[in-house]
């Protein structure tokens, strides 16, 4: 009687403790008794705060679940809930809390604060995650000091601009309507000073065109001013250039083997694409190697002019094309067209770093020049290129071979120069005496 007493209470024994095991092992397994505590994550830079500020909290717990999720701000010692929420039910893996904080209505002072982030999760042991972050708050807007007060600016020429600030910014340069053109920052009397080259377009007056520069702090406060400067009037020529058939059966194939839709269309039509579409996607393409600069000047004076080469056409010019005495297209010409001897030496206008070689649509075989701070210069229309893109050269170097590639109807040179991703006038860059006056000059005030 006493073994199966005995027997009875060690079976008892050994249930109570698979019971307790399993029930502990449903409170592991079930995340009871987990000890993860749960992530804190944001997509943003908040080290400073200005006028207003966008956060995206993402708060995550992939164990027990998020039970409770709080945003605070502390400064002077209070704090300030900007979100919070709790979560009674089990299982929510990860929620996202997007915010705007407004430190006018928040009553914050500039100066610094504390944000805090606090996640706790549905585990019985009550995991949480508490995260302090330090941030500045500064709703100042940088002011902009202009070291030009004085700007003349050619239609279709280039204006260059050199100016300070009265604190770091993330992002500066110039405005002309819509378009903007970044600044670089260099020193000027051991000073930081941002100078920005940007393109005046060909129609502009003072009616119709807006020249600001821009400004945003770290913070994202942003201001701007309108620049002082006299726009100048220039006369461009017009001409007819007419299509002839020989012109047409000679060129467009070449266009053809490069556009697989072009297959089976005639000449003219082929003409039409290339001079419309493809004219386009050149320039958006030319946008982009123009996109990133060497922060530095690599030029130096004035920019070399092809020797012996005769002007065929020039910056500015407005082209109507004809065919079979009809007016079938028209084009504006961005660039100076310079012819000699065929198959002439080109060289480098002036030092920089080559970015770009290769065939480029209209342009035929084109090498593009990076001189530094947005300033580019563009050969095209070349029999052979003898340089590489990431080569440093310098000026008067050989950098390829005057031809007839892209639609070009006789050997020459097409010379273009472009600030801030847009054609300017290059005759203003050949000129000693207008780059000591709007270049020189102003990087000396």
Sequence with gaps: M???????????????????????????WGNYLERESPSIKSNNDFLVIGKQKKLEI?????????????????????GQILATENIPARGSKQKTISLTIDPAALKLQDGPAVIKFTAADHSFLKNETVLSSPVTIDTVPPQIYLLNPVNHINQGGTCFLAFRTSKPTAQNGVYVNDYFTPGYTI??????????YFALPIDATKTNTTIKVFARDTAGNESNIAVPCLIKEKKFRADKVNLSEAFLQQKMPEFQAMVPSLQGKTPLEIFNHVNGQMRD???????????????????????????KGQPMAL?????????????????????????????????????????FTGV??????T???????????????????????????????????????????GDH??????????????QEWWDPHWIKDNVTIKMAQ
């Design 281 to 307: 996607d050149n320039f958006r393409t030319i946008q982009t190697i123009c996109r990133k600069s060497s922060p530095n000047k690599l030029w130096e004076g004035t920019f070399l002019r092809m020797p």
């Design 367 to 409: 090498v593009v020049i990076d001189h530094g701070q947005g300033l580019f210069s563009l050969y095209g229309h070349l029999s052979t290129i003898n340089t590489a893109a990431g080569k440093a050269v310098k000026k008067q170097e050989a950098i390829g071979h005057s031809g007839i590639s892209g639609l070009a109807g």
């Design 2 to 28: 006493k073994k199966f007493k005995s027997s009875v209470t060690i079976i008892a024994v050994i249930i109570v403790g698979v019971i307790i095991v399993a029930l502990l092992g449903g409170l592991y």
């Design 315 to 355: 910056f500015g010019d407005r082209r109507t094309y004809m065919a079979g005495g009809n007016a079938v297209g028209n084009s504006l010409h961005l660039g100076v067209d310079l012819a000699s001897t065929a198959h002439a030496v080109i060289e480098a206008a002036n030092d920089g770093i080559v970015v």
């Design 360 to 365: 480029l649509g209209i342009y035929g075989n």
């Design 413 to 426: 040179l097409h010379f273009s120069i472009l600030a801030g991703g847009q054609f300017v006038n290059p």
């Design 58 to 78: 993402i708060f995550a717990d992939q164990k027990s679940g998020l039970s409770q999720i709080a945003v605070e701000i502390i400064q002077n010692n209070k």
């Design 187 to 196: 020193l000027i009397d051991n000073k930081p000073t941002s100078v920005a």
